[in-house]
């Protein structure tokens, strides 16, 4: 999965960019490898950090 995501960064505008990104980033290129594309559900999730 992970050599997967660096060839996925390749078909991005800006791969070096692509890879600092967080897991989100990683996310989306399983999705692309299992043919899903992720779709935002518009919801807050809290991030547990909240006081």
Known sequence: VLQ???GAATLKADPEDYLQKDF???METMAL???MKL???NKNV???LES
Do not use: C, I, Y
Request: aromatic residues 6%; negative net charge; hydrophobic residues 35%.
């Open 39 to 41: 779709q935002s559900e």
């Open 33 to 35: 490898a299992s043919g």
């Open 24 to 26: 989100a980033a990683l």
């Open 4 to 6: 997967g995501h660096f």
């Open 46 to 48: 809290p991030t547990g």
